[in-house]
């Protein structure tokens, strides 16, 4: 759970509910990563998710070793700003 335990109840029953809104976007994320590298705000165009929302998931994904940042020539990928995330093989 994302909320603080002295957080009111409405933080309390959002934090509950973000962690179901998380599964689905981390594999509407994954799904448009399955054609290739993208940037935050190009997964955001291809799924309907925010930037920001994108950009949360991201990392999370990493950590459970499905996503990273890619690299070319061992420096981060980026696009317009945007670090470029990959499927991990």
């Known amino acids: 759970?994302?909320?603080?335990?002295?957080?009111?109840?409405?933080?309390?029953?959002?934090?509950?509910?973000?962690?179901?809104?998380?599964?689905?976007?981390?594999?509407?994320?994954?799904?448009?990563?399955e054609d290739g590298p993208l940037s935050a705000k190009e997964i955001s165009r291809i799924t309907g998710l925010t930037v920001v929302q994108v950009d949360r998931r991201l990392p999370e994904l990493e950590r459970q070793g499905k996503t990273q940042v890619a690299k070319e020539g061992g420096i981060d990928m980026t696009r317009n700003g945007y670090r470029v995330w990959r499927l991990t093989a």
């Open 1 to 33: 759970m994302r909320a603080r335990l002295l957080d009111p109840q409405t933080s309390q029953q959002a934090a509950a509910q973000a962690a179901v809104f998380a599964g689905s976007h981390c594999q509407r994320i994954q799904a448009a990563l």
